[in-house]
C-alpha cells in the first residue's frame, strides 16, 4: 500500500525502551515482528502521545489480541480523569470503552478471531481501534539498538555498536551531528535515544551541525568540548524503515596527538594483493590485569591511571587495529567483553568476522579476526592445553614420561591455558587451507620447562589437525602466533625453528629450578622434543616486543611454515625513542604492554 506522507512534521515514539523517530503519514503504522525462532511476536503502535507495545504468542488466536489491545485503549482513555469527577467520569468511561472497537482487516475483509496471530497480522493489513486506523507493516527495516562510546577522543574514530533488523548496513543512511552550543538554538529533529531526560532536555536546546554521512566518524578538533549525535535510517531492498538517532553521553576530549602506530600505519594503507595476506599478532593486554593495584603501583607506575583505564585504551587499540589494514589479526589477553563490544562491532565495518576462545572462568581469552575476503572459516578446533595432554591419543607418550613428575603434571594440566585454531580456505584459490593457532603460553621467568611441555602439546594436537584435514586435492600450512613467555635463547624458540630440542637442554633444568612442597625438584629429567614442521619467524628477531620498567625483551612470534609460505615484507617496528619517550609501555600513546607485530606473508607457488 502506497502511504502519501502529508506532513514534514516529525512525531516520536518509544519501541522496545528505545526512542525512535518517523514521520506522519496519512494513516500511522502498526509494527509487527514476528521471525520463525521466536514463540512471541511483537505488536508496536502509537496511541495518543505514547507508544504501545505488546508481546503476544504467535499461536494465540487474533481475538485475543485485539481484547489485549481494547483494553490498553480504554485504560488511555480513563487516564486523563481527574479524581474529583471519578464518578461522574467512571460513568462516561464505561460507556465510552463499552464503544471502543478493535478489528483487522485484508484486502477490505475482516479478519476472524479465531485466526492464529502468525497467519492474521499481514503486510498491509489495516487495523482499527475505535477511530485510530494503522496499516500493518511486518518486519520492516528496524534499528534494534544503537550504542555509542562513553569516552570519544578528537581523531580517534567513532564505531557505533549498531544492531539492525532486516535491514542492510549498506544501504541504510548515516548522519553524524556536531552539538553546537554558541548560537541561536534549533530544536533538533528528535529526542535523543540514548540520553536520560536531563540530558534530553538540554539535547533539545542544543544546535546541531552536519558533520558526517559515513558510519564511521573521526571526530576533529573543533568537535572538543561537544556531544555528537548519530542518525540512522534502516534500509533494505527498497524498503525503508523508522529513523533512529542517539546522543552521546560524553562531549569529546582532546587525544594525545600522534601515536607512534600511525607512523606504522603508512606502511599497511593498501590491503594485500592476491596470493598475500597480513597478519598481526598482539598482546594487547587484558583491562583485567591493567586496573590492577599491582599494574598501577609496581608493573606501570610510569603510566597516567587514565592511559590505563579500558575507555582511553579502547580508543587506540581500535584506531590501530584498524589502520593495519589486516587480513588476520590475532590476539592474546582479550577481555570477552571488549570483544563483544567493541572489537566484533569496529573490525566487522572493516569486513571481518571474529572468533573467540575464553580460559575457563577468566575474563580474557584469545581471538583470531579474518578477512571475509580473503578466507572462509571451515572449523574451530580449540583446546585447553592441559585437557590435551591428559587426554589426546597424540600426547599419550609425553603424559606417561611426565607421570613420574606429578608436581609438573599437574601444573600443566590443571593450568588455563588455551590453544586457539581455526581452519581457514582461502577464497582466491580454495585448494590452499590454512591452520591458525593461537596461544598464550605460562608467564613464570622460572618455567621454561613448563613452556617445553605446553608447546609440545600444542605441536603433537596441530599435527593431528594437519593430517586430518589434508588431503590430495588441499594443501594445509600452519602459522602459529602468540605471547610465547619465551626469548629466542630458548628451548622453546630452538624448538620451534629446528624441530628438536634434546632431553639435555639447560631448560629443562633451570638456574633457579622450582622445588616440590618436600623440597625435590620438580622435574628430575629432561625429554627429547620434535615436530615435523619447518616454522621461522616471519618478523625475525626484533629488539623486543614487549617493553615495561622491569624487562625488555622478544616473547611474541608469527611462525609460518615455510614449505608453502613465504614472507613478503615485515612492518618495521616502533622507535626505541617511541617506546621510551614515556618511559615504557604502556603509555599515553601505546595502549599495550607489547608491541603488535605485523608481517605480509605470501603463498608459494604450487
Keep these: 500500500m502506497f ?22 503519514f496519512a494513516m500511522q503504522r502498526c509494527v509487527v515482528r514476528c521471525v520463525p525462532e521466536e514463540e512471541k511476536m511483537a505488536i508496536s503502535y502509537k496511541l495518543g502521545e505514547g507508544q504501545r507495545n505488546l508481546l503476544r504468542a504467535k499461536t494465540e488466536t487474533l481475538g485475543g489480541a485485539l481484547s489485549r489491545i481494547v483494553f490498553n485503549a480504554t485504560k488511555h482513555l480513563n487516564k486523563g480523569k481527574k479524581k474529583k469527577k471519578a464518578k461522574l467520569e467512571g460513568a462516561n468511561s464505561e460507556s465510552e470503552s463499552n464503544t471502543i472497537t478493535a478489528q483487522l482487516t485484508f484486502n477490505k475483509v475482516k479478519v476472524e ?7 492474521a497480522w499481514q503486510e498491509g493489513a489495516i ?20 550504542v555509542l562510546p562513553t569516552s570519544i577522543m578528537a581523531s580517534f574514530p567513532v564505531f557505533p555498536r549498531l544492531d539492525l533488523d532486516f535491514a542492510s548496513r549498506q544501504d541504510s543512511s548515516y548522519t553524524w551531528y556536531r552539538g553546537d552550543n554558541s548560537g541561536p538554538s534549533t530544536p533538533p529533529t528528535a529526542n535523543s535515544g540514548d540520553s536520560k531526560r536531563k540530558s534530553n532536555e538540554q539535547d533539545k536546546q542544543t544546535n546541531w551541525l ?35 538517532e542517539t546522543v552521546t553521553s560524553c562531549q569529546v576530549e582532546a587525544g594525545p596527538g600522534l601515536c607512534p602506530f600511525e607512523n606504522r600505519h603508512l606502511y599497511t594503507k593498501k590491503r594485500t594483493d592476491k596470493g598475500c ?28 591511571p587514565y592511559a590505563l583505564e579500558l575507555d582511553y585504551r579502547r580508543q587506540l587499540l581500535l584506531k590501530e587495529l584498524v589502520g593495519y589494514n589486516a587480513d588476520l589479526l590475532v590476539l592474546q ?86 590453544l586457539q585454531v581455526v581452519l581457514l580456505e582461502s577464497l582466491e584459490d580454495p585448494s590452499r587451507r590454512l591452520c591458525v593457532a593461537n596461544t598464550h603460553l605460562y608467564w613464570h621467568p622460572r618455567a621454561p620447562h613448563i613452556r617445553l611441555i605446553q608447546m609440545a602439546t600444542c605441536l603433537k594436537y596441530l599435527e593431528n589437525i594437519v593430517n586430518s584435514n589434508s588431503t590430495q586435492d588441499t594443501s594445509i ?17 630452538e624448538l620451534l625453528t629446528t624441530r628438536a630440542v634434546p632431553a639435555s637442554h639447560m631448560d629443562w633444568f633451570p638456574a633457579e629450578p622450582q622445588t616440590t612442597d618436600d623440597g625435590k625438584l620438580e622435574l628430575q629429567e629432561g625429554v627429547d622434543l620434535s615436530h615435523p614442521f619447518n616454522l621461522t619467524s616471519a618478523c625475525g628477531l626484533p629488539d623486543y616486543t614487549n617493553y615495561v620498567g622491569g624487562f625488555q625483551g622478544t616473547l611474541d612470534y608469527i611462525m609460518i611454515d615455510t614449505c608453502q609460505l613465504a614472507v613478503n615484507q615485515t612492518i618495521p617496528m616502533p622507535t626505541h625513542e617511541e617506546v621510551t619517550t614515556n618511559t615504557a609501555l604502556p603509555s599515553i600513546v601505546f595502549p599495550s604492554d607489547h608491541i603488535a607485530i605485523i608481517a605480509d606473508v605470501e603463498w608459494k607457488k604450487s
Excluded at 478471531?113 to 497467519?119: A, F, L
Excluded at 595432554?389 to 607418550?397: A, E, T
Excluded at 600450512?477 to 624458540?493: E, F, I, K, Q, R
Design 3 to 24: 502511504l502519501r506522507r502529508i506532513s514534514a512534521r516529525v512525531s516520536t515514539f518509544l519501541l522496545g525502551e528505545r526512542y525512535i523517530l518517523c514521520r506522519s
Design 113 to 119: 478471531d479465531d485466526i492464529p496471530n502468525s497467519e
Design 127 to 146: 487495523l482499527e481501534i475505535g477511530e485510530h486506523t494503522y496499516v500493518v507493516n511486518v518486519n520492516p527495516p528496524m534499528v534494534k539498538s544503537v
Design 210 to 244: 552536519q558533520a558526517s554521512h559515513d558510519l564511521i566518524y573521526t571526530p576533529v578538533n573543533s568537535d572538543i568540548g561537544s556531544k555528537l549525535k548519530f542518525v540512522c535510517t534502516p534500509r533494505c531492498d527498497g524498503k525503508e524503515g523508522v529513523t533512529m
Design 277 to 304: 595476506f597480513r597478519v598481526v599478532s598482539y598482546n594487547i593486554l587484558a583491562d583485567v590485569y591493567a586496573k590492577t593495584e599491582l599494574s598501577l603501583t609496581v608493573l606501570y607506575p610510569y603510566c597516567p
Design 333 to 418: 589477553e582479550t577481555g570477552k567483553s571488549l570483544f563483544n563490544d567493541a572489537l566484533v562491532p569496529a573490525l566487522d565495518l572493516s569486513g571481518m568476522e571474529g572468533v573467540f576462545m575464553g580460559k575457563g572462568q577468566q575474563s580474557e581469552g584469545e581471538a583470531i579476526f579474518y578477512s571475509k575476503d580473503k578466507f572462509r572459516l571451515l572449523s574451530q578446533e580449540d583446546m585447553t592445553i592441559g585437557e590435551c595432554l591428559s587426554s589426546h591419543p597424540s600426547c599419550h607418550d609425553l603424559q606417561t614420561w611426565l607421570s613420574h613428575s606429578p608436581a609438573v603434571l599437574n601444573k600443566v594440566t590443571s593450568g588455563s591455558t588455551v
Design 477 to 493: 600450512s600452519l602459522l602459529l602466533c602468540g605471547d610465547l613467555n619465551s626469548p629466542p635463547t630458548s628451548g622453546l624458540y
